[in-house]
């Protein structure tokens, strides 16, 4: 294959038209639908980990797309019927697809680089943490593009009628959806009695990633190599099917796809645990004393060391020995649904955290440690509560700091009110008691909202824990 040839074929078939089709509704679902890839740490242009999941998860729609396209080109002959008059020439069938499959590879692995290129631009602004750990990511992504758009090409090829651009599209879609739902996640009951679920090596066979959640987590090595072997595979099958000009050709031409999933499969690995796993240098502690934060989030440290310190200082006037020590970025990754862990000696920050990441610098911001210190709260991960935990940790903070005040936060002002109405009540009875009385309830309330095991205002309360 020469530059002229591939410079015809860039011109006259559909592969310019597969690069757009790929970049723009990319970009506008970036940009124009509103979504967890906006906002927050793991935001699509806030690291650049996040950058190459987020932009792979695109692939749930993008990657049917290429197939469908794919097959949409290897139609081009059937539907020019030039089939008989190509098969006469003396040019080698092999030379004819290696042309055909190549500008697309070119447009859509152009398309997916410029959409990555579009937010690293973004990156670069946000974050002071620089690697190239997040590069497997998005190179298989291009690689899923094209082994998509070449085994539709196959397939169009080898079921030369107008209902196989769409079939397969639609059947793509099918088959990413389903392994992102039933056929690749594993149903579990937490330790909290909640049913959630965690993908299983089934759900790697899809181009596409599930949600980010957090910036320091990434996809094993197992993962992109047993990847990269299925895509490759699938490509292989793909160009076997375009060269293929019997009826058992076609049949030998499965043979890799075949393979290379029993392979795949075999290299993948079955533990949640072992699929997606925490950068363990994006997540290295970077400190001031006693405040931590991860790599990623380095700037934060000189806004969060301040009210840290202070916190601390706070907390161990008011529980002397047994006040936290140390304030650090929880790097702790938990499935969905599952009790969060908590420690005694270490108040555990949560950038995403409604409480931290609304209250700022400064005085808020130390209020919000305070509260995360004695009560951090005990909603499964991944939910969103509104209760007993917010009541406690508003009469916790008051107690600590000697008055009540709403703490951060975007609550409603229904919310706030109800808070309120709910709070400031145990908060008088509470200032009310003997100190000894006080230090009890406050102990109670801390073992109950570290332990994730009781009511922890039902303890402030000088009830018995749930």
């Known amino acids: 294959m020469n530059a002229r ?37 793991a935001a699509w242009t806030a690291q650049w980990t996040s950058l190459a999941l987020w932009t792979r998860s695109l692939l749930f729609y993008l990657w049917p797309l290429a197939v469908g ?20 020439t003396p040019r080698p069938a092999r030379h004819r697809a290696a042309a055909l499959a190549g500008a697309t590879a070119i447009t859509l692995t152009s398309a997916f680089a410029l959409l990555v290129l579009v937010g690293a631009v973004q ?7 620089t690697h190239l750990g997040w590069l497997p990511i998005s190179l298989v992504g291009a690689l899923a593009l094209v082994a998509g758009a070449v085994l ?8 030369p009628s107008a ?3 769409p079939a397969l599209a639609i059947g793509a879609f099918v088959f990413t959806a389903l392994l992102q739902t039933s056929w690749g996640r594993t149903e579990t009951t937490t330790a909290t009695g909640l049913t959630s679920t965690e993908p299983n090596k089934v759900s790697l066979l899809s181009p596409a990633v599930q949600e980010v959640r957090d910036a320091f987590v990434t996809l094993s090595a197992s993962v992109h190599v047993g990847q990269t072997i299925w895509l490759l595979a699938m490509t292989a099958t793909g160009f076997a099917l375009l060269v293929a000009s019997t009826a058992r050709a076609r049949l030998i031409a499965l043979t890799p796809v075949l393979a290379g999933a029993v392979l795949a499969l075999s290299v993948l690995p079955s533990d949640p645990h072992r699929m997606y796993v925490v950068d363990r240098a994006a997540a290295r502690p970077v400190c001031d004393g006693p405040v931590c934060v991860t790599r990623t989030q380095r700037a934060r440290l000189a806004a969060l060391a301040g009210p840290g310190k202070e916190a601390l200082r706070l907390l161990h006037a008011a529980l002397g020995d047994r006040a936290p020590l140390s304030v650090r970025e929880n790097t702790t990754v938990r499935p969905q649904g599952s009790a969060p862990k908590w420690s005694r ?3 555990l920050v949560d950038f995403d955290d409604d409480i931290v990441a609304s209250a700022g610098n400064g005085e808020e911001l130390t209020r919000a440690l305070v509260a995360e210190g004695l009560v951090p709260g005990c909603a499964p991960v991944g939910w969103e509560s509104f209760g007993p935990d917010q009541y406690a940790q ?12 709403p703490l951060p936060g975007t609550l409603s002002a229904d919310m706030r009110r109800e808070l309120d109405a709910e709070a400031r009540p145990v908060w008088r009875k509470l200032e009310a ?24 205002f039902e303890a402030l309360k000088g009830g018995a824990a749930r």
């Open 69 to 88: 396209l794919g097959a949409l080109q290897g139609l081009r002959d059937h539907r020019s019927r030039m089939s008989e008059l190509l098969a006469s």
């Open 345 to 347: 000696t270490t108040v």
């Open 152 to 159: 539709g090409m196959g397939a169009g090829r080898a079921l």
């Open 433 to 456: 008691l003997p100190r000894s009385g006080q230090l009890a309830r406050i102990d109670a309330m801390r073992a109950a909202a570290l332990s994730c095991e009781g009511d922890p």
């Open 123 to 129: 990156v670069v602004a946000h974050t002071e943490y």
């Open 5 to 41: 040839v591939l410079s015809t074929e860039l011109r006259r078939s559909v592969a310019p038209w597969a690069g757009a089709v790929v970049l723009l509704p990319a970009l506008a679902f970036l940009y124009l639908i509103p979504g967890p890839w906006w906002t927050g740490t």
């Open 394 to 405: 508003a009469v916790a903070v008051g107690w600590v700091l000697g008055d009540f005040r």
């Open 163 to 165: 209902l196989t651009p």
